[in-house]
């Protein structure tokens, strides 16, 4: 071998063994391991129990099941070294005992066992999830908003319950004047609006932006119910509609409508409208009516059936356009329709979302304005325009037109926008599973 050659070779092996003495000598990648959840105490909301688990790190995402009298919140990616009953001697009515436990490699599962009928919200938030607990009926508007100060952090020490804190004070925003009966109802797109949210929203859409089906009820020459004054239906949940799809499109979702103008559009054609889009929520907006001028409030229909007389007096207005043979022999059967698991299935998860709604809107609008919404519930209803959608879907009776003091917020441009927020709120938690509300 040649000196040249030779030297190479020299060369060659020494910037391999380098090479090699390098590669072992660098550290190897972090793993990706569970988070743990390390913590837990509890709180006082209004007469509420309030259940605080805090984790080492960013809160897992959580999925919510419940068996018999127990709610079931598993978390993936996750362990604990906490005690099986981590707030023994602690739990109070209407909760019995409160379990953690490792139920599987890398899953933990929070197990909560109530007595009686209990309303429920959870909330993701940055490092810890927080479990609201009440007696049916008895705290009104449990999911109101869960204040969230990242810059302190949780309290651990002996899962002691955390010192009270002063509440925020409710900045009252004046609404503007209403809009004379005669005058052409706004929708422009709404001004910012300063929110305070159930938990932290998502500061990105999810991936895929998921398409929200926007359907402003009524229209064309069918303009739905009207107030005193002369407000019609059709142009308040126009209006209402667009200033949801702004804020939806805000957040990063994918908008579509079944109507942007005053058009009527058929109740069977709605869905269609959805199913062809590929739609993943089915929204569809309207103003209710009752016989009694003093009711107010927010409520949200899924479609099932139900004995509920004030809920069939309302579906027979609102399905004034559907087909005639609608619930006859001849015609589409809803319990034929609810045999389908499918159908089933989505009946399921717009419960959920309805429930997500009616309680966000109202936060957002408590909030928000300073005022005292009516949350009158997420309720089953036989709607036909929900019939045949292959997606989630909810209808939702912003407020009642019939009461002259809730009709004139409804033609608020300033209204319409924080209710707007309060529904777009609503779907982006219940698109990212980051907050539940519920009852058992």
């Known amino acids: 071998m040649t000196a040249g050659r030779r030297s190479v070779a020299v060369r060659m092996r020494a910037a391999m063994a380098a090479f090699a003495i390098a590669s072992f000598a660098r550290p190897a990648p972090a793993s990706v391991g569970p988070v743990t959840l390390e913590a837990a105490r509890i709180a006082n909301y209004r007469g509420a129990m309030e259940l605080h688990f805090a984790f080492n790190d960013s809160a897992p995402r959580f999925k919510l099941h419940t068996q018999g009298s127990d709610l079931l919140i598993d978390l993936p990616a996750t362990t604990t070294q906490l005690p099986p009953r981590p707030l023994f001697g602690r739990e109070t009515a209407p909760v019995k005992t409160i379990r953690v436990m490792n139920v599987g490699p890398g899953k933990a599962q929070i197990a909560i066992e109530?007595?009686?009928?209990?309303?429920?919200?959870?909330?993701?938030?940055?490092?810890?999830?927080?479990?609201?607990?009440?007696?049916?009926?008895?705290?009104?508007?449990?999911?109101?908003?869960?204040?969230?100060?990242?810059?302190?952090?949780?309290?651990?020490?002996?899962?002691?319950?955390?010192?009270?804190?002063?509440?925020?004070?409710?900045?009252?925003?004046?609404?503007?004047?209403?809009?004379?009966?005669?005058?052409?109802?706004?929708?422009?797109?709404?001004?910012?609006?300063?929110?305070?949210?159930?938990?932290?929203?998502?500061?990105?859409?999810?991936?895929?932006?998921?398409?929200?089906?926007?359907?402003?009820?009524?229209?064309?020459?069918?303009?739905?119910?009207?107030?005193?004054?002369?407000?019609?239906?059709?142009?308040?949940?126009?209006?209402?509609?667009?200033?949801?799809?702004?804020?939806?499109?805000a957040r990063g979702f994918r908008t579509e409508m079944t109507r942007s103008s005053d058009l009527f559009v058929p109740l069977p054609e709605r869905t269609k409208i959805a199913n062809r889009a590929n739609a993943d929520l089915f929204v569809s907006i309207h103003l209710n009516s009752s016989p009694n001028p003093e009711t107010t409030g927010i409520e949200v229909y899924y479609l099932n059936n139900t004995t509920d007389h004030s809920t069939i007096r309302l579906a027979?207005?609102?399905?004034?356009?559907?087909?005639?043979?609608?619930?006859?022999?001849?015609?589409?059967?809803?319990?034929?329709?609810?045999?389908?698991?499918?159908?089933?299935?989505?009946?399921?998860?717009?419960?959920?979302?309805?429930?997500?709604?009616?309680?966000?809107?109202?936060?957002?609008?408590?909030?928000?304005?300073?005022?005292n919404v009516n949350a009158l519930g997420a309720k089953m209803g036989p709607f036909y325009v929900l019939v045949g959608a292959h997606m989630p879907s909810v209808l939702v009776e912003t407020g009642f037109l019939s009461n002259p003091g809730e009709a004139q917020r409804l033609a608020s441009p300033r209204y319409q926008a924080m209710l707007a927020d309060g529904i777009a709120t609503a779907i982006a938690h219940y698109l990212n599973a980051d907050v539940a509300v519920g009852n058992l």
């Open 316 to 371: 027979k207005i609102e399905n004034a356009g559907a087909p005639a043979s609608y619930g006859t022999d001849g015609g589409p059967n809803l319990n034929y329709i609810l045999t389908d698991l499918r159908q089933q299935y989505k009946a399921n998860e717009s419960a959920s979302l309805a429930r997500m709604i009616d309680a966000q809107a109202v936060a957002s609008l408590d909030a928000g304005l300073g005022t």
């Open 114 to 249: 109530v007595e009686g009928k209990t309303d429920y919200a959870i909330a993701r938030l940055k490092h810890e999830i927080v479990i609201r607990l009440a007696t049916a009926g008895t705290v009104r508007n449990l999911a109101a908003p869960i204040l969230v100060r990242n810059d302190e952090p949780p309290a651990h020490a002996g899962y002691e319950p955390a010192p009270s804190v002063a509440k925020p004070a409710v900045k009252k925003v004046a609404l503007p004047p209403p809009a004379p009966p005669e005058a052409h109802i706004a929708v422009e797109p709404p001004a910012p609006q300063t929110q305070v949210a159930m938990a932290e929203e998502p500061e990105h859409a999810l991936v895929g932006h998921p398409l929200v089906m926007i359907d402003p009820g009524h229209g064309g020459y069918d303009p739905g119910t009207s107030s005193v004054s002369g407000l019609q239906e059709k142009d308040l949940a126009l209006a209402i509609a667009l200033k949801l799809q702004s804020a939806l499109q």
